[in-house]
């Protein structure tokens, strides 16, 4: 296919950019495969771009994105914090930004995951995929242009990092901008699904999604009861299958009841683990023996030790459960023989207590009828004879 040189010189009164995008769309025929976009690239003050709270997959740890949504931190206050708890040996920290978590960013060993290494290849290469943006207003800010983060969280935490690492031409980020959509449910519901099904994410980030979809269909299938008040929700199952359906019809990807459920039970892991295994992007079969473990220390000891010896689901499943069958056999087998000989002990202490209460005749009569009772039975016999003897030892006026 021969070249063709482009003059960017003498194109009249209209601006440059205008003659390229017109020229662009000349080119842009079925025949040579690509089509022009009307979407504009713009370069963006870091400062009046926000992060979305309601995304499922979160970046910082919890109490750093709880402040940022609340205002009480600003982006490049609480990358800064971040950066000075992986400094202070913070493990959480350190994966977040990569390997040992350096502020100067580039070490040897710094995992592909890290913003480290993100902004490394920012750094080296610029920002090869704009993020997307929508132009929103906010209360205490009328009439203010501020952008909240729709598509690109990563590459914008990595510039709030390379800002930090003394890079200012980071201080601008290139986004797409666009307007809040009229229908900002169907999108929401959209990036839901997309999420739940998308297998790049870590599971407590799809986890979320999950539940984020099944709360709302809990209300959106709510029927009223007639002649009440009232509303009755949808049972579980029913819940579970109207996600399945939901995440079908919007990523063409179907997840099972089943599916659904063992994703949202590893929202039942404390806040702090749920951010150490999205740091660590730990899947849904490492996760699922760890909720078998009891105690908070146990999950986290065991999610540590996955990360550091890169276990699968499977050699997880089994340290779980292997060193836990004969510790729990031992303690059931000794707790039964304590318990069936303390009632033995206590049964047999009665019945001397009741003997030795007894009157000279009665007391007699009685180890008669039991001798009567089991004649012929030489064990039995020598027990009797055995408990007489201890009896009248009890009963003799030496012992008193």
Request: hydrophobic fraction near 40%.
């Amino acid at each position: 296919m021969a070249r063709r040189k482009i003059n960017l010189q003498n194109l009249g009164e209209s601006s440059p950019g205008e003659n390229i995008d017109d020229l662009v769309r000349g080119l842009g025929t079925a025949d040579l495969g690509f089509a022009p976009t009307d979407k504009t690239v713009y370069e963006v003050d870091l400062d009046k771009i926000f992060p979305d709270p309601n995304q499922p997959r979160f970046v910082l740890p919890g109490d750093l994105r709880t402040q940022v949504n609340d205002g009480k931190l600003s982006p490049r206050e609480a990358i800064e914090q971040l950066v000075s708890r992986a400094k202070s040996g913070d493990r959480l920290a350190r994966m977040i930004l990569g390997g040992d978590g350096s502020f100067a960013g580039g070490e040897e060993g710094v995992e592909d995951r890290g913003l480290h290494a993100l902004a490394d290849s920012i750094l080296s290469v610029g920002l090869r995929q704009p993020i997307n943006v929508y132009a929103v207003t906010r209360d205490d800010e009328p009439g203010v242009a501020v952008y909240q983060v729709a598509e690109g969280e990563r590459r914008y935490w990595a510039h709030q990092l390379l800002v930090l690492r003394g890079h200012g031409e980071f201080r601008r980020i290139r986004c797409v901008i666009e307007p809040l959509p009229d229908d900002e449910t169907l999108i929401r519901r959209r990036q839901q699904a997309e999420n739940a099904a998308r297998q790049d994410l870590s599971a407590i980030a799809r986890a979320r999604a999950i539940r984020q979809i099944r709360d709302r269909l809990r209300l959106d299938l709510g029927t009223r009861v007639p002649g009440e008040t009232t509303i009755k929700l949808p049972s579980q199952r029913e819940l579970d299958e109207a996600v399945g359906k939901e995440v079908k019809a919007f990523a063409g990807r179907a997840i099972g009841g089943r599916m659904v459920r063992n994703y949202l039970r590893l929202l039942n892991l404390p806040a702090d683990l749920q951010d150490l295994a999205e740091a660590a992007q730990l899947t849904e079969k490492q996760l699922r023996p760890v909720m078998q473990l009891k105690t908070e220390d146990e999950q986290r000891e065991m999610m540590l030790q996955i990360i550091d010896q890169r276990l699968s689901g499977r050699a997880v499943a089994s340290l779980v459960a292997e060193p836990r069958k004969p510790k729990t056999l031992k303690r059931v087998s000794t707790v039964g023989v304590e318990e069936r000989l303390s009632r033995r002990l206590y049964q047999a202490a009665k019945t001397v207590y009741e003997l030795v209460s007894l009157g000279d005749e009665a007391y007699e009569a009685a180890l008669e009828q039991i001798a009567e009772r089991f004649a012929g039975d030489e064990v039995v016999e020598g027990a009797l004879f055995a408990m007489r003897k201890l009896l009248d030892d009890l009963l003799s006026p030496s012992s008193e």
